[in-house]
Each structure stands twice: as C-alpha cells, then as structure tokens.
C-alpha cells in the first residue's frame, strides 16, 4: 500500500528501480527521519524502507526515532525485526532505562544481549547501572561491575560514573567510595556522584568534607555540586558554609533558578534562618511550586504554624497549584493550632485532584485530624487509604492514643500483625505504649516493652522508657519508676524526668521528687516549670521554708514562667492569645465578653 501523501510521491518515479538502491533516496530518508515530529510521519518513512528494501544502518535510526519519540508499543514491536547488533540493544536499554524506566526490560535485554553474543559495551552499561540503581538490586550490579572491570571499561568516566550512582542509590556508599577512589583521573561529574549519594543517604559530614577536597583539587563546583552540599549544611546546621555557597552563587553571576533557589531555601530554614529564607524567597523572579513548597515547608518546620498557613493562602491566591507537598506541609501547621477548618479545606482539594490516596497526603490528613479532635474524620481517612506504610498504621494508633482510646489502640496493633502490610518499628511502639499510659494497663504495657526485644528485634529507645516511666508513675508506682530509670542504658531525658516529677507531685513524694529535680536543674536550669512543681510538692507536705526556696532559687537565676497561649480559628482566620496580652486586637470587646460569661456562669451557680 502505497500512502497519498507528500512523502510516498517524492519516491514514486524511485519504486520502479527494485536493481539498486539509491543512495540519494537513504540520504532523504535519513533528512525526514532526522526533522520528523510525530509518529504517523515515522510510519510513512517506515513504509518508504519497506517498498524501497532500505537496509543498515537505517532501521537502528528508525528505532532510535521511535524511542525519542517515547512511542513504547511501536518500538517493541520494531526491535526484534531490528537485525541484531550493539547499537540497537544500546538505544533500546537506554529507552526502557531513560524514556520509560522500565527498568526490569532493560536488565532482560542485557541478558538477552550477552545471550545472542552481542558484545556490551561503554554506552551499554552505563544504562545498565541506572536500572540497578533503580530496582535496588545490587546484587546484579555487583554481577555487573565484575564484567567491567574484566573488560577495563571502568576506565571509562559514563560507566565510573553510572557505577557510583548505582552505589549510592543502593546505600552502599563503601562501595561507590571505593570506585571514586580507584579511579585515576576524575572530573566534576566524578566529584558530584560521590558527593550526591553521600547528601542524599544523610552522611552529610562525609559530603561537606568531598566538596572541601573537590575545591583543594582546584575544580570549580557548578549548580549540581553546591545543591547537594546545601543539603548537607542543612543536615549539620552549618550556616556558615551555606552562606558562602549564596555569596559563590552571587558572585558566579550563577542564575537564581529553582533549583539553587529551592536548595538555599531549604538550608536556610533547615538552620533555622527564615529571614534569610524569605529574602531568597522574595528575590526568586519566577516563583515555581517547587520554591513556594521550600518556604512554607521551612516555617511548618519552624513551628510558624501562622505564617505557613498565610503564604499558602497567598499562593492559592498568586502562585502555582499546590500539590501533595505542599498539602503536607500545611496539614501539619494546621495540627500544630488546631485549624480545622483549613484542614477539611485540605481534605476536598486533595479528593478534586486526585491526591486523597496519596500515601502521605493521606497519613497527614489522619495527624491533622486526630490532633484537631476529630478521630471519627481521622478514621475514615485511614480505612479509605487503599496502601498504608508504617507511617500511616503509626499514625492511627498514636491517634487512639492520644485521645485516651487504648482498647482500640491495641486493636489497631493486633490488625497490623495480622495484615502483615508493614513491620511495626520503633514509633509504633511508642503508639501502643501512650496508649497504655492513658488506659492505666501496667502490665499490658511491661509485655509490650519486652515484646519489643524478643520478638521484633528492636532496642528501646529514651521515648519508650519515658512511657514505661509515666504508666508507673500514674499508676503510683514512682520508687519503681525511679528504679527503671536506674536501669536504663541510656541517661534520662528532661522529658522522662519530667514526668516522673509530675507524678511525685501527684503522689506527694518528696522523697525521690528531690533526686529527679537535682538531675532536672542540671539538665534545664531555665525550665520554669521545674522550679514551680518542686515548689508545690513542697507545699502539699507543708514544708514552707523549701518551698520558699525553690521560688527564691528561680527568681535569683532569672527564671520566668512562659505565659500560656492558645489558638482560636475564625472566619479562616487564626488569633493567637497570650496570658495577660492586653495589647491585641479587639481586645476589650472580648474581656467584656468574657465578663458577661462570668457573670451568667455565677448566676448558674447561684
């Protein structure tokens, strides 16, 4: 079938010669080939091959323009017709790597590729290397690595380079390191893979100290190096560097773009340098999602639940659509105050696009719910998560909780063993330990410490201590409260301590109150209101003098109670109150409110 169009007449009066093959007909193929746009034009040029009997190199081209254009059915069916040599397994690896990441049809056209005893080469395994990254599977990519170093194409910095990467991306930094060490001459790319997959897993130390090397080597970091070693001074708090990266950055003339930006803006708030953050922010002339997610994310992690929510209601009125990071960020300035409302808000803005299954969008509307009150929104949430991690399963048992419903808590725990969806970690059992705390359940709680041990394999940790240390001590068990604390093989935390001297004041236990407010002035000498229980166990046992002195002690170090705050949301809008804050908004009318309540609350009385 001969197609009517502009191409299939340019061949027409060529298609009478079946002899030979013209030259100048290849050359016009490989033009159109090279300037074609879409695939109904490349099956044209295909059908012209076809008629015209064209042979190699031009169906290699043809599957090479197929995979550029990202058209997976049309290239899988053209690749076994392909006669077989290297160049077209290189494309079609690199295809099903880069253009689909099909990672798993790359690895099985390597083997196929060895199988037919087409010999890989430097542009096969880098694309290989990609894909085990990518599956985590380094086992195959230690395989892999053999066969490199047997063929001394390690020498060769794509596949040094895709190696490292792979490495990385498989948290085996030894083994990334020992190749950049191996290898002989390196260039920035080299430096960057290492220093990437050392910011990446966390070892932020490890990174900064590479780009220390990387500038004594007399290399000039470029935009990948210093977005990388931003994460790291964020990590480690070192502001200092991450100021001298945005003066680089300034004096580089380096262009301001969302990815230098985003970075700068997330160390800065990671330093918790918000200022600065917000200048970066502001100077950004083309503000993407990516930029407007950095600084709210930044004041969500600062606890500037008011601000987070302004500049979200600022770039749902001037920026990009928000997405699930976004959501995430504001979802938890929005359980911080208590805004519910935003929160429901959040809630139908995520069904509308499609992000209420999101896994995390998902896990922070169950938080947000549960901490604003409302476990029965938080429930339904939960159970309509079609995929649940750990994160999520912790986050509904911590909800039960919190909100002082052990049976159901633990229920919760027992429906997770039996799912097997996620292995309880750690944080679980902090979940299911409050939940004991708040239902009284001592022994249910010693069973579940031990079962931490001897059946999952896990270390307890000062958080867990701490719950065993305030189920005693509500359940007015301080002296062996105290002795587990006595046990523990870590030392005692000021939020344990502060427990244990909760319950001594409850108790009305001097004795071992004493012992823990020693270890507790060492610890946080300006903690108010350390001084104030002491004060008041004192008083409960009469003991005037010391409790007089315990004032006197707190006044002599300047130590000042923290007034109270709470958060009210009104018309979308969160005020914020202090005790004894006179100088706020309005603030006549609503002590005059509050008069009248107080008057009609003794009327009642009356």
Not at 431 to 455: I, P
């Amino acid at each position: 079938m001969i197609f009517h169009t502009k191409i299939s007449r340019q061949f027409v009066g060529q298609i009478r010669n079946p002899h030979r093959q013209d030259q100048a007909l290849v050359n016009r193929l490989l033009l159109l080939l090279k300037q074609c746009k879409s695939t109904k034009l490349l099956q044209q040029i295909h059908t012209q091959m076809l008629i015209n009997s064209v042979q190699m190199p031009m169906p290699n081209f043809l599957l090479s323009k197929m995979i550029e254009l990202k058209d997976f059915s049309y290239s899988s069916i053209f690749f076994p017709r392909v006669p077989i040599n290297s160049y077209a397994f290189n494309v079609m690896i690199r295809g099903y790597a880069t253009t689909w990441q099909k990672f798993d049809l790359a690895l099985e056209s390597f083997v196929r590729m060895k199988s037919l005893d087409v010999k890989p080469d430097n542009f096969t395994y880098p694309f290989v290397f990609i894909s085990c990254g990518s599956l985590l599977a380094s086992r195959i990519g230690r395989s892999v690595h053999c066969e490199v170093v047997k063929t001394g194409l390690l020498l060769d910095f794509h596949v040094a380079h895709s190696l490292i990467t792979m490495y990385s991306r498989c948290a085996e930094m030894g083994s990334a390191r020992y190749v950049f060490d191996e290898m002989i001459h390196r260039d920035l790319v080299s430096w960057n893979s290492i220093i990437s997959g050392y910011s990446r897993l966390g070892f932020a130390g490890e990174a900064v100290e590479m780009f220390g090397e990387l500038r004594k080597e007399g290399l000039e970091p470029d935009e990948t190096t210093l977005v990388s070693v931003l994460g790291a001074c964020g990590d480690l708090g070192d502001l200092n560097l991450g100021r001298w990266i945005e003066e680089y950055v300034i004096e580089k003339r380096m262009e301001l773009n969302s990815y230098i930006g985003s970075a700068l803006i997330n160390m800065y708030g990671k330093c918790g340098q918000l200022e600065s953050a917000r200048t970066i922010f502001n100077c950004m002339k083309r503000k993407e999602v990516v930029i407007w997610n950095a600084m709210i994310t930044g004041y969500a992690q600062n606890g500037q639940s008011d601000e987070t929510i302004y500049l979200f209601n600022e770039m749902k009125e001037t920026g990009p659509e928000p997405n699930e990071i976004t959501l995430i960020a504001v979802l938890s300035a929005c359980a911080s105050i208590g805004a519910l409302d935003l929160g429901k808000w959040i809630d139908e803005y995520a069904s509308k696009r499609g992000l209420e299954h999101n896994i995390y969008v998902a896990t922070a509307l169950v938080d947000m719910y549960s901490k604003c009150g409302n476990l029965g929104y938080a429930s339904r949430v939960f159970e309509n998560t079609p995929r649940r991690n750990e994160v999520t399963w912790n986050t509904m048992i911590s909800a039960h909780a919190f909100h002082g419903q052990a049976k159901e808590a633990l229920s919760l725990f027992q429906r997770m063993l039996e799912e097997n969806s996620s292995p309880p970690d750690d944080v679980t059992f902090v979940g299911v330990l409050s939940a004991c705390v708040h239902g009284g359940l001592v022994d249910e709680g010693r069973r579940f410490f031990n079962l931490m041990t001897s059946s999952f394999g896990l270390t307890p940790k000062v958080e867990h201590y701490s719950c065993m240390v305030d189920l005693l001590s509500r359940a007015g068990r301080v002296y062996e409260a105290w002795d587990f604390i006595q046990e523990m093989p870590q030392k005692p935390d000021e939020i344990l301590l502060g427990a244990l001297l909760g319950a001594c004041h409850k108790q009305k236990n001097v004795d071992i109150g004493e012992r823990v407010l020693k270890l507790l002035l060492e610890m946080e000498p300006s903690n108010s209101g350390n001084y104030i229980i002491s004060s008041k166990i004192y008083a409960d046992t009469k003991r005037w003098d010391d409790c007089a002195r315990m004032r006197a002690l707190m006044k002599e170090k300047g130590v000042t109670k923290t007034p109270g705050c709470s958060w009210i949301e009104m018309e979308g809008q969160i005020r914020e109150f202090h005790a004894g804050d006179f100088i706020i908004e309005g603030a006549e009318e609503i002590h005059r409110v509050l008069d009248m309540m107080y008057e009609d609350m003794a009327m009642e009385v009356l």
